[in-house]
Structures are given as structure tokens and as C-alpha cells.
């Protein structure tokens, strides 16, 4: 999860990794899945809210198929949100398309990403073209599970340093998308995660993906 910043035009990729000091060994927990494809699923600790999701794994491509339900609490109204992504072989997002249902309607969204490193954002009423300042990753707000792209990517469970990864950040439930940059910290107590206005402490198991966010969800 991520906070929004403004969107700029194109710009080539910039994401900037340095060594931390002094080196440490991430810790890591064991998959709770024995096998893939897995389903995984996550639930919020203080509001009415979960996450489940379906991922297929190749390599590091990821196909994955989910769900994020909330009841209406002070946080955001009642809604249901689906997703569906496509990561390229290295682990960079390709396409992902996301749906969501309020009282008030429905609305859907396509992103996808081209060799260029050019997104386009498509509403069906709506087109955006941007470079989103060189992101390679997707950040869905209140999804646990989207952590798990840079992480995944730049093998943070197995290594201990700092990423500044610039994403293409999307708001739930009213699918708003802006440009954002967040700083990932690996470490032996698991990767911390900053925002330009926020931080928490994410534990991983050994494949990358996200047992506990604080402040988030946890998965059961």
C-alpha cells in the first residue's frame, strides 16, 4: 500500500538500489504453500476486510486472479474489488484489469504496459498514456498482495538493501491512479516499506510473499 503523489509524463525507468550498512541476512518464513498455484489469503486486523487470491508461478512470471471484499467502516464504504495481472518473465507487470462494485455502480479499468515501458491506463470513457516515472510495478491501496511485485523482483527476501521503485499507485474503491515512489528496506527483521508520508514493517515468507503487513492485513 502506497500514498499518492502527482503523475508526471514519461520519464526512463530510475529505480535506485544502494548497498545497506552494515549487510545483514533477511530472515525469512516458510511458504505456507507447499506447491503452486496457491491461493492466498489475507484480513485486515482493525477493519471489516479481506484479500484472497489465485497465483500461478513460472519462473518469476506471476499470473494471479483476486479478490479484496470491505464492509463499510470510517476507512471506505462497502465494496468489492477484482483483479486479474500478468507479469512479464523477469517479473514486471504486463497487464493487469480491475473491477469494482459499490451500492452506488460498477467500474472497471485495464492497465498494461509496453516494451517501451509506456503505460496505458484505459477506463473505457478514459485514455492515459504515461512512463509514470520509469515504475515497473503496480500498487493497489489496501492490497497486501501487490507488495509482493518489487519484492518478488528485486529478491528482497534473500537480500538485505534499500529500493527507491517508483509504481503506478491505484486507489480503491474509486480506481484513481497517480504516480508513486516508495523505499523498501530488506533487512534481518524483514523489508520496511516508506511512503513520502508513511512506514510500516512487512514480514515475507521465503518466496516473497506477504505473511504480515503492519497496519494492514495479515494472512490466515
Known amino acids: 500500500m502506497s500514498e499518492r503523489l502527482p503523475s508526471t509524463g514519461p520519464a526512463r525507468p530510475h529505480t535506485t538500489r544502494r548497498r545497506s550498512s552494515p549487510t545483514v541476512e533477511t530472515v525469512t518464513i516458510p511458504s505456507t504453500a507447499s506447491s503452486w498455484p496457491a491461493v492466498l489469503t489475507w484480513r485486515a486486523r482493525s477493519v471489516p476486510r479481506m484479500e484472497s487470491v489465485r497465483v500461478q508461478l513460472n519462473g518469476n512470471r506471476i499470473k494471479a486472479a483476486g479478490r479484496i471484499i470491505g464492509g463499510k467502516c470510517s476507512d471506505h464504504p462497502a465494496f468489492s474489488a477484482s483483479y486479474d495481472l500478468v507479469t512479464d518473465e523477469v517479473g514486471v507487470t504486463r497487464r493487469l484489469s480491475l473491477r469494482t462494485a459499490l451500492a452506488a455502480g460498477e467500474r472497471h479499468m485495464s492497465i498494461s ?64 491512479v497517480q504516480e508513486a515512489s516508495l523505499t523498501y528496506s530488506s533487512g534481518a527483521d524483514g523489508v520496511h516499506v516508506l511512503s513520502p508520508v508513511s512506514s510500516s514493517s512487512i514480514t515475507v515468507d521465503e518466496d516473497g510473499f506477504v505473511l504480515d503487513y503492519q497496519g494492514l492485513a495479515e494472512r490466515i
Open 113 to 176: 504496459r509496453d516494451e517501451e515501458g509506456i503505460w496505458m491506463v484505459e477506463t473505457g470513457t478514459t485514455h492515459l498514456r504515461s512512463g509514470f516515472a520509469g515504475a515497473k510495478d503496480v500498487d493497489v491501496v489496501l492490497s497486501p498482495f501487490f507488495n509482493t511485485l518489487p519484492i518478488r523482483r528485486f529478491g528482497m527476501q534473500n537480500e538485505s538493501e534499500d529500493f527507491q521503485v517508483p509504481v503506478v499507485y491505484v486507489n480503491l474503491p474509486n480506481l484513481a
